[in-house]
C-alpha cells in the first residue's frame, strides 16, 4: 500500500506536467477541430485578455498560452480519432504561476482553476458547435468529373480567403462573358493547382465553362483551358462557398478511412448563384478530390 501511494505521489508531482484535463468528442475532422481552435482568441467574459500560440503539429496537436489578469495558463490541445466516426477533442491546462499550489489543491477541490478551465474549454466546444451547424457535409461518393472548357482567372489566396478573392476578381471574367456575348455552358467551378497546407495558402484557378472555339477574342485579362475529366470521390456541400474547403477534410479522411490515394487538390463546383442571398445552408456545391491512378 505505502508503495502504491509512493509510486502515484511520484507520479502526480514528477511525471504528470499538467494540473486539469478536460475532453469532448465531435463528429467533424480532426482538421476542422483543429482549425478552430486555431483561431481561438478566447472570450473577454471570461476574463481572458490574451492568446498566443507556442507550438502546433498540423491537426495532431496546439500548445497555447492563456493569459487571464496577471496569471497565465499553458492550454496543450490534442486530436485524436476515437473511431471512423468522431474525434475526441482533450486539452491539459496547466497553472504556470503557481505549478505546486495547484499540484496540492486541485485533487482535493475544485478551486477557481478547475472551474475556469472547464468554464473555456465548454465554451470552446460550445462555439466550435455554432460553427459546424453552418456547413453540411454529405453524400460522400465515388464519381467522375466531367472535362470542361472554360474562360478562367489564375488566382493565389489563404484558403480562408479564397472566396473574397473570386469575388474580387468576377468582374474581369464576366466582363469578358458579357462583352463578347458569350453562353455559359456549365457551372463555375475553382480548382486548386497548388495547396501548402503548413501555411494554408492555394493556388487555384477561377473558371466559367464555356463552348469551345476557335474564334473567342483575345485578351490581356483572361485565359482559356479545358479542365481534363477524372475520377474522383465527391461529397455535396450546403452552406456558404466561403467555408466549402471544410469539405476536403471530410474527403481525405474518407480516402484515408477506404485506404483511397488521392491527389490533394480539390475542386469546388458551385451549383447556386451566392449574389441572389437567402439561407447559405440551402446553396449547394460539388467538392471532388481526385483518385491517383496506380
Avoid at 110 to 132: H, Y
Wanted: proline letters at 3%; aromatic letters at 14%; one cysteine or more.
Amino acid at each position: 500500500m505505502l508503495l502504491a501511494i509512493v509510486v502515484a505521489g511520484v507520479w502526480y508531482f514528477g511525471l504528470k506536467k499538467d494540473h486539469y484535463r478536460v475532453s469532448f468528442s465531435t463528429k467533424q475532422p480532426a482538421a476542422i477541430v483543429y482549425n478552430e481552435i486555431m483561431k481561438w482568441q478566447g472570450n473577454k467574459d471570461n476574463g481572458i485578455s490574451e492568446v498566443a500560440i507556442t507550438s502546433q503539429q498540423r491537426f495532431a496537436n496546439i500548445v497555447q498560452t492563456v493569459q487571464v489578469g496577471d496569471s497565465i495558463f499553458n492550454y496543450d490541445w490534442h486530436f485524436s480519432k476515437k473511431n471512423d466516426s468522431t474525434t475526441q477533442v482533450e486539452v491539459k491546462i496547466t497553472d504556470k504561476n503557481n505549478w505546486f499550489s495547484q499540484k496540492l489543491q486541485i485533487p482535493f477541490s475544485k478551486n477557481n482553476f478547475v472551474k475556469r478551465s472547464i468554464l473555456n474549454v465548454k465554451t470552446v466546444s460550445e462555439d466550435f458547435v455554432a460553427e459546424t451547424k453552418k456547413f453540411k457535409v454529405h453524400s460522400l461518393t465515388d464519381t467522375i468529373f466531367e472535362s470542361r472548357y472554360c474562360v478562367y482567372l489564375p488566382l493565389k489566396s489563404a484558403v480562408n480567403k479564397k472566396a473574397s478573392t473570386m469575388l474580387y476578381s468576377i468582374g474581369d471574367l464576366m466582363g469578358y462573358i458579357n462583352d463578347n456575348e458569350l453562353e455559359l455552358d456549365g457551372d463555375p467551378y475553382l480548382e486548386v493547382t497548388k495547396w501548402d497546407e503548413e501555411e494554408a495558402t492555394i493556388e487555384y484557378n477561377f473558371c466559367f465553362p464555356i463552348a469551345k472555339s476557335d474564334t473567342l477574342p483575345a485578351s490581356d485579362l483572361v485565359f482559356f483551358k479545358e479542365s481534363p475529366s477524372f475520377r474522383g470521390i465527391k461529397a455535396e456541400f450546403n452552406g456558404n462557398y466561403a467555408i466549402a474547403n471544410n469539405a476536403w477534410y471530410y474527403l481525405l479522411e474518407y480516402a484515408e478511412q477506404h485506404d483511397l490515394k488521392v491527389n490533394k487538390l480539390p475542386t469546388e463546383l458551385y451549383l447556386e448563384d451566392p449574389q441572389s442571398g437567402g439561407d447559405a445552408m440551402n446553396w449547394k456545391a460539388h467538392i471532388y478530390l481526385p483518385l491517383v491512378n496506380e
